[in-house]
């Protein structure tokens, strides 16, 4: 089946460590989204991209790195250097609609926990 | 970009109509309206969108008013399955980024 994985579903990490987040779709969609989403919260965009090879910032890039060399993977690494890392990660895709707008499949999500 | 204002929680009996309120008053003309609903501890799912006319499919209906500062999505039949947060979102259709999540409107349905 097509679609969005996340994985692992719970994640823990020490502070002070990097950690990545992988996401991979079989959608072929161009553009995959990070979004980070706290308790009671809505969702807060970190990275996108619209093409391989291509990122950009989000509202709240700082202390994460990305990078897709992929067009099927978008990883996300959070480091030491956010300072709040535990939160619920979210990643998303979409294909471009010439004519309409577009439409974000979301994976299931990764919690985070930093202890 | 434009913002949305949504109502914090509704409640709504099993079997009626849910009726949820959208303000999106700087929506800009190249600017989309989607709904998303997101169930507890899980990734978000598309529900619908449009421009400005009114849309239907089969999970639910979106009426945008005519100045489309405002929006309501309708679920027609609630049942219990239907208990999430539901987002209103505006985009438009060429940009990527700036896709602002809100904090959405929590909805009960009672039995």
């Known amino acids: 089946d097509g679609g969005i994985t996340q994985s692992p579903k719970y994640l823990f990490r020490k502070e002070g460590q990097n950690v990545t987040l992988s996401c991979e779709q079989n959608?072929?969609?161009?553009?995959m989204y990070w979004y980070r989403q706290d308790p009671g919260q809505g969702l807060r965009l970190i990275y996108y991209s619209q093409i391989v090879n291509d990122f950009q910032k989000g509202d709240i890039a700082e202390g994460y790195s990305v990078s897709r060399e992929k067009k099927e993977s978008f990883p996300l690494t959070v480091t030491s250097a956010q300072k709040n890392p535990t939160a619920f990660y979210l990643c998303?895709?979409?294909?471009?609609?010439?004519?309409?707008?577009?439409?974000?499949?979301f994976g299931p999500g990764t919690r985070l926990t930093v202890l | 970009d434009a913002k949305t204002t949504q109502p914090p929680s509704m409640d709504c009996a099993e079997g009626r109509a849910a009726n949820l309120p959208c303000n999106h008053s700087t929506i800009s003309g190249n600017e989309y309206v989607y709904w998303y609903r997101q169930i507890h501890s899980q990734g978000p799912q598309y529900i619908i969108h449009g421009l400005k006319n009114n849309e239907t499919n089969e999970m639910a209906s979106l009426i945008i008013t005519e100045d489309r500062k405002s929006s309501t999505l309708i679920l027609p039949h609630a049942t219990l399955r239907d208990t999430a947060v539901y987002y209103c979102i505006v985009r438009a259709y060429s940009s990527a980024s700036k896709i602002i999540f809100g904090s959405g409107t929590r909805l009960s349905i009672r039995p």
């Open positions: 998303a895709s979409s294909i471009r609609h010439l004519q309409q707008g577009y439409e974000q499949f």
């Open positions: 959608l072929n969609h161009d553009a």
